[in-house]
């Protein structure tokens, strides 16, 4: 009767984490999408400037970071669909790539949202001890955009959060006693067919 409730559980676990890395692949990739095509182009004092993201550096940073954490998330989605039949951790190297590789993602797309968000602050209220105008009256499509574009890899950086805690799940169970079961059905013919 356990051990069902236990097989039943886990293809949850596995699904769960199946919609989690297909949810931070559209947000990530959306979040790069809207920051890197954003453009607002306005006349101001006889200078037509045409708003971009690579004006901002930590924007344009967050958009590259965003589209790279999209592709990894994509990659990991692929893994998942190959290799989690039964949703124990495959081999340790994979399990310990994977749980860094996931850890790292997130805080990276973290730090670089949160460096944009301050960056954008100042757009947004500007610094008046600086003389620093706000822009965000100026250029107000741009500005929502990359508030859309922000705002989607935030939720990105959450979702990366759960997911690197599905991956250290993963890791520690190869450590329990019952956990050197393998994932991939590859591995697993690999490791049973005679050389």
């Known amino acids: ?11 949850g676990v596995v699904r769960a984490e199946r ?4 949810g931070c692949v559209v947000m990530a990739a ?3 999408l809207l920051l890197g095509f954003s453009a607002e182009t306005k006349t101001v004092l006889f200078v037509r400037k045409t708003a971009v993201a690579k004006d901002v550096q930590a924007l344009w940073v967050l958009t590259v970071a965003a589209a790279a954490a999209a592709g990894y998330q994509f990659a990991q989605l692929v893994r998942c669909m190959y290799c989690s ?15 860094l590789l996931d850890k790292g993602c997130a805080y990276v797309v973290f730090a670089s949202t949160a460096a944009a968000l301050q960056a954008c602050m100042v757009g947004l209220i ?6 620093w105008s ?5 250029y107000t ?16 950086a959450a979702g990366m959060a759960v997911l690197s805690a599905f ?9 329990s006693p019952a956990g050197h079961r393998r994932s991939c059905p590859r591995a697993a013919v690999l490791a049973t067919s005679p050389h």
Do not use: H
């Open 1 to 11: 009767m356990a051990a069902t409730t236990a097989a039943a559980a886990v293809p």
């Open 19 to 22: 919609l989690l890395r297909g």
């Open 30 to 32: 959306t979040a790069a």
């Open 85 to 99: 039949s039964s949703g124990d951790a495959g081999a340790m190297a994979v399990a310990w790539t994977s749980f």
């Open 126 to 131: 500007g610094v008046e001890a600086l003389q």
């Open 134 to 138: 706000k822009l965000c009256n100026i």
């Open 141 to 156: 499509r741009f500005c929502e955009q990359a508030a859309a574009g922000m705002l989607c890899s935030f939720l990105a």
């Open 167 to 175: 991956s250290a799940r993963r890791l520690f169970r190869l450590y």
